[in-house]
C-alpha cells in the first residue's frame, strides 16, 4: 500500500494555484478545488486517505474558502493525527507580475474592497501566518506556463514512501535583489570574481575556463567542504522534522559567475555523498 499523502495547495490569487491543481493531477493526485478549510479533515476521510483508498490527493484551499493560518493549523492537526503525511505548498509572486495578470486575464480580484494593489496587499498581509507555516513555496513571478509546470513536477511528480530530501539549489545575483524563496542562503562575493578578467567576463559560470578560475582558489574548495559537511549534518535533521524540501541559495553580484559555479559544484557534491534528490537553477542567467 503507498504512503498517504495529502497537498495542501495555497497561496496568493494570481500566483498559480488552478495551474498547479491541474499539474498534481495531471501526475497523479486527487484534486478537490475550492474547499473550505473547515472541510478538509472531512474530505480526508471521506475519500479514505488514511485507509489507501486514495494516497495521493491534493487540496486547493485560498481566499475565496476564507482560509486563515488557524483554519490551516486545525486541518493540519486533524491529518496527522490521522497519520497521513501532509504538505503544504504556497504559490507567491510579487505584486508586480500579479497586478499584470489580473489586468491580462479581465479576472476579479477575490478580495472585495479597493483598487488591485490594495487587494493585493490586504491578501498578502492575511496570508502572511499561512505563507510562515509552508512546507514548499514556489515564486511565479518569471514563471511561464511551462516553468510552473516543470517546477511542480520537479516536488512532486516522484513522491513516493522512499523519496528523501529534495534539495533546490539557486544562483543569484544580489544586484537583482535577494532570492524571495530560500532556506538557507550563502553569499559568495569573497571569492575573486571572474568578471574582472576581460576574457572571462562574457562567459557564464556553466563555462569550465570560469569553473576553473573560480574552484582554482582554496578558499572555494573549502568553502564547499565546509558547506557539504553542514548540509550532511543538516539534511537528516530535517527529515526527522518532517522536512522535505530545502532551498539552498547562493549569491553573488551579477549570478553570472561566481554563484553559478558555487550552485553547480556544490550540488555536485550533494549527490555524490548523500542520497539527496538536488536540482539546480540559476535564476539571473539568460534562459
Known amino acids: 500500500m503507498s504512503e498517504a499523502r495529502v497537498i495542501i495547495v495555497t497561496g496568493?490569487?494570481?500566483?498559480?494555484?488552478?495551474?498547479?491543481?491541474?499539474?498534481?493531477?495531471?501526475?497523479?493526485?486527487?484534486?478537490?478545488?475550492?474547499?473550505?478549510?473547515?472541510?478538509?479533515?472531512?474530505?480526508?476521510?471521506?475519500?479514505?486517505?488514511?485507509?489507501?483508498?486514495?494516497?495521493?490527493?491534493?487540496?486547493?484551499?485560498?481566499?475565496?474558502?476564507?482560509?486563515?493560518a488557524d483554519d490551516l493549523d486545525a486541518a493540519l492537526r486533524g491529518l496527522r493525527d490521522?497519520?497521513?503525511?501532509?504538505?503544504?505548498?504556497?504559490?507567491?509572486?510579487?505584486?508586480?507580475?500579479?497586478?499584470?495578470?489580473?489586468?491580462?486575464?479581465?479576472?476579479?480580484?477575490?478580495v472585495a474592497a479597493g483598487t488591485v494593489p490594495e487587494k493585493i496587499a490586504a491578501e498578502r498581509a492575511s496570508f502572511e501566518d499561512i505563507r510562515g507555516r509552508a512546507d514548499v513555496i514556489i515564486d511565479t513571478s518569471e514563471f511561464t506556463v511551462h516553468d510552473l509546470r516543470r517546477r511542480v513536477e520537479e516536488a512532486f511528480a516522484g513522491e513516493g514512501p522512499t523519496r528523501r530530501m529534495h534539495i533546490d539549489v539557486v544562483s543569484f545575483g544580489f544586484k537583482k535583489g535577494?532570492?524571495?524563496?530560500?532556506d538557507?542562503?550563502?553569499?559568495?562575493?569573497?571569492?575573486?570574481?571572474?568578471?574582472w578578467r576581460a576574457d572571462l567576463r562574457p562567459l557564464s559560470g556553466l563555462d569550465e575556463s570560469v569553473a576553473g578560475y573560480v574552484l582554482g582558489?582554496?578558499?572555494?574548495?573549502?568553502?564547499?567542504?565546509?558547506?557539504?559537511g553542514m548540509f550532511?549534518?543538516?539534511?537528516?535533521?530535517?527529515?526527522?522534522?518532517?522536512?522535505?524540501?530545502?532551498?539552498?541559495?547562493?549569491?553573488?553580484?551579477?549570478?553570472?559567475?561566481r554563484s553559478v559555479v558555487i550552485a553547480?559544484?556544490?550540488?555536485?557534491?550533494?549527490?555524490?555523498?548523500?542520497?539527496?534528490?538536488?536540482?539546480?537553477?540559476?535564476?539571473?542567467?539568460?534562459?
Open 12 to 68: 496568493l490569487s494570481g500566483a498559480g494555484r488552478s495551474q498547479t491543481a491541474k499539474v498534481l493531477e495531471d501526475v497523479g493526485y486527487f484534486v478537490v478545488d475550492n474547499l473550505p478549510p473547515s472541510l478538509v479533515v472531512d474530505v480526508v476521510d471521506r475519500i479514505g486517505v488514511a485507509e489507501g483508498t486514495r494516497s495521493r490527493v491534493a487540496l486547493v484551499v485560498d481566499t475565496r474558502g476564507g482560509v486563515t
Open 232 to 257: 550532511e549534518f543538516l539534511v537528516p535533521r530535517y527529515e526527522a522534522e518532517g522536512k522535505s524540501y530545502l532551498t539552498i541559495g547562493i549569491g553573488c553580484t551579477g549570478g553570472q559567475h
Open 264 to 287: 553547480e559544484a556544490l550540488a555536485a557534491m550533494l549527490r555524490e555523498r548523500g542520497p539527496f534528490e538536488v536540482d539546480v537553477h540559476h535564476r539571473d542567467l539568460p534562459s
Open 184 to 195: 538557507v542562503l550563502f553569499d559568495v562575493r569573497f571569492l575573486p570574481n571572474p568578471y
Open 178 to 182: 535577494v532570492q524571495r524563496v530560500v
Open 217 to 228: 582558489h582554496d578558499d572555494a574548495v573549502e568553502f564547499l567542504e565546509r558547506s557539504t
Open 82 to 110: 490521522r497519520g497521513v503525511r501532509t504538505t503544504v505548498l504556497f504559490l507567491d509572486a510579487d505584486d508586480a507580475a500579479l497586478a499584470r495578470r489580473f489586468a491580462e486575464t479581465k479576472r476579479s480580484h477575490p
